[in-house]
């Protein structure tokens, strides 16, 4: 199964920051990398495809970029929505892992 | 507007079955590969099953291979998850899950459920 490790696992920033989330493949998954955001009590909810590509109704604010192994979600500008726990996932191969979540809470 | 509804979750002993529904709407149902994916209390997301869009291929976490059973009725627009031999580690949420494949042909999720919480307890 390919592992994926996100980091950090949890962050504080204030808005308006610019906050990186890396995520890291334990194989090459080409560009077969996807981004969510979830909130407390709600489903998961795209933001991110194949590493780059916004989900529509996304925010341009989200930015997605990487190949291989290594990939990262860039927030530019944090808004008080944006507070929440995102995860990485791969689509490569099954079984569809995902990362075990990076919990971004307000400073 | 795509709707994707998940029910038949509760509390059941250890050992015990309990089949999970998602109910779709708003989309052409029997087009789409649905998947499972749940989460446990305070944990991370964990894919457990997928279904073609005509039910032809299934595929299983190795955690739940064996126990659990995909399958889609496409004339009543349901997806379900029989689980049988339960487990305290099946506790989850259990999502079902839309998958769209991008022009690069990578798949990702693009519809969720709201879940429906299974808690395995005696």
């Known amino acids: 199964d390919i592992q994926m490790t996100q980091s950090p696992a949890s962050l504080s920033a204030a808005v308006g920051d610019r906050v990186t989330i890396a995520c890291r493949a334990s194989?090459?998954?080409?560009?077969?990398l996807n981004w969510y955001q979830q909130k407390p009590g709600q489903a998961p909810k795209l933001l991110i495809y194949a590493v780059s590509t916004l989900q529509s109704g996304v925010p341009s604010r989200f930015s997605g970029s990487g190949s291989g192994t290594d990939f990262t979600l860039t927030i530019s500008s944090l808004q008080p929505e944006d507070f929440a726990t995102y995860f990485c996932q791969q689509s490569y191969s099954t079984p569809y892992t995902f990362g075990q979540g990076a919990k971004l809470e307000i400073k | 507007q795509v709707q994707l509804v998940e029910s038949g979750g509760g509390v059941v002993q250890p050992g015990r079955s309990l089949r999970l529904s998602c109910a779709a709407s708003?989309?052409?149902?029997?087009?789409?590969?649905i998947h499972w994916v749940r989460q446990a209390p305070g944990k991370g997301l964990e894919w457990v099953a997928f279904?073609?869009?005509?039910?032809?291929?299934?595929d299983y976490a190795d955690s739940v291979k064996g126990r659990f059973t995909i399958s889609r009725d496409n004339s009543k627009n349901t997806l379900y998850l029989q689980m049988n031999s339960l487990r305290a580690e099946d506790t989850a949420v259990y999502y079902c899950?839309?998958?769209?494949?991008?022009?690069?042909?990578?798949?990702?999720?693009?519809?969720w459920g709201q879940g429906t919480l299974v808690t395995v307890s005696s």
């Open positions: 899950a839309r998958i769209r494949t991008a022009v690069t042909e990578s798949d990702y999720f693009d519809y």
């Open positions: 708003g989309f052409s149902f029997s087009s789409y590969d």
């Open positions: 279904i073609y869009y005509d039910g032809s291929k299934k």
């Open positions: 194989q090459t998954i080409s560009t077969y």
